[in-house]
């Protein structure tokens, strides 16, 4: 199993900047595709970015092209968010997640572990 622990969330105000980060431990982290995903109140959870084993493939949604940022360190287990320009849409609960293969990585079906979720709070 792999154990997934965000953090870094919490209130700022639009135009503003907070980076997330994921810890893991359990298996080896380099094995997994990471992604972040997003669910604010009444929606469905959606995808946010998503990173390949070794970090040089990156993807990410329409909405937070250009913004956001998706990063890991395999030598310290981490996977990051740094989140640019913040809009009040952005508000939501920040999740990470890991997955084995690389298909279809804006979906929530095939990531085999998540973690709890950090809250992300844009004021406008």
């Known amino acids: 199993q792999v154990q997934l622990v965000e953090s870094g969330g919490g209130l700022v105000q639009a135009g503003g900047s907070l980076r997330l980060s994921c810890a893991a431990s359990?298996?080896?982290?380099?094995?997994?595709?990471a992604g972040w995903f997003r669910q604010a109140p009444g929606k469905e959870r959606e995808f946010v970015a998503a990173i390949s084993w070794s970090g040089l493939n990156t993807y990410y949604a329409d909405s937070v092209k250009g913004r956001f940022t998706i990063s890991r360190d395999n030598a310290k287990n981490t996977l990051y968010l740094r989140m640019n320009s913040l809009k009040s849409e952005d508000t939501a609960v920040y999740y990470c997640?890991?997955?084995?293969?690389?298909?279809?990585?804006?979906?929530?079906?095939?990531?085999?572990?998540w973690g709890q979720g950090t809250q992300v709070t844009v004021s406008a």
């Open positions: 359990g298996r080896t982290f380099s094995n997994y595709v």
């Open positions: 997640a890991v997955r084995r293969i690389i298909v279809d990585v804006s979906t929530t079906h095939g990531y085999d572990y």
